[in-house]
């Protein structure tokens, strides 16, 4: 299996970790000879109920006995979607009410790109430096890394970038800015949080020249953070949220949800502005419709505050300067990349699934499932003590 692998699938990297999959349940996957990995990583955030929740289980087998996919998007009346969207409004401000569904994060990515194009007239796109919105090319246009960018020139044109952070830098977001669009927190820059009521700053300099303000909460979304949207914790609110990873449950999915008014200028002048064949798929929107109530209808958003402080309780150590994010998105900060990998590496020879950050090498990505236990956290911070005290 591992050949056919190697000659047969498209990889990502040089060395990829190449574990084969037995079968996952709970906070944890299973190799082909039997032996237990905890997932502190959960799909990179993925997974927010970890693997094969019974109800996400359910909700599947159901659907699947129904109907698949049947037609293009927004043309049939399908009652996961509906009531996926339908749940969405009703746990997002107003007037944040019409989602459009898509395939996955980035896709929900271009997408806002062009409704806040189309809704403005104005072609500039405003992101921050050190941002990840996705590998397409409009959201790697969205990215000032240079190195990632340059081998796939040209790219769209009219993005310019901001430090997140910088309050010096609003003046930047003018009348030809047609969206400001920034991770609620940074994610592949190493788990930034807005400081000084910065989003709200954004907002108002956006309200005040007429430009979208945009919120990526592929990651920090659903519930990640302790509260449903990660915008929640910061006194904002955009005028579109894109949503992805947790969402959908461990099936691919993205949305990005605005309001009536707006989201209009998709469907006309020209018709089907935007368009998707398998978006509102109706199996993945049975699972993420699952996700999203389980989220909200349990205590694991009150369970996820509580777990963070029981990670940062247990994850002290002289190498770990310092443990960022919020929630159960979280990254401890090590001494060097080279001690990071070394964790990384020997922690999954030790049963424990760990993983890295885009653009910043000395951080551990802390990403666990929101169902993982109290015992589970423990036991995986002690794997990651151990190999610490050893070096």
Known sequence: MQDDFFKYQAQTTPHPLAMEVSHAKGS???????KAYLDFVAGVSACALGHSHPKILNAVKEQLDKYLHVMVYGEYIQKPAIELAKLLAKHLPEPLETTYLVNSGTEAIEGSIKLARRYTGRSEIIAAKNAYHGNTMGSLSLMDFEERKTPFLPLIPDVKHIEFNSESDLQHITEHTAAVILETIQGGAGFIEPRNDYLKKVQDRCNKVGAVFILDEIQPGIGRTGKLFGFEHYNCQPDVVV?????????????????????LTLSDN??????????????????????????????????????????????QHKHIKEIRGKGLMLAAILENSEITNEVILR?????????????????????????????????????????????
């Not at 949503?243 to 989201?263: H, R, Y």
């Open 28 to 34: 944890y996957i299973y190799d082909k000879n039997g």
């Open 243 to 263: 949503t992805g990873k947790g969402l959908g449950g461990g099936l691919p999915i993205g949305a990005f949800t605005t309001s009536k008014e707006m989201m």
């Open 270 to 315: 020209p018709k089907l502005g935007h368009i998707t064949t398998f978006g509102g798929n109706p199996v993945i929107a049975a699972a993420a419709l699952a996700t999203l109530k389980e989220i909200t209808d349990s205590n694991l958003l009150e369970e996820t505050v509580k777990k963070e402080q029981l990670i940062r309780k247990h994850l």
């Open 347 to 391: 922690a999954q020879d030790q049963g424990l699934i760990l993983f890295w950050l885009l653009f910043e090498p000395k951080a551990i990505r802390i990403t666990p499932p929101l169902t993982i236990s109290n015992e589970e956290i423990i036991k995986g911070c002690k794997v990651i003590t151990s190999i610490l005290d050893s070096l």
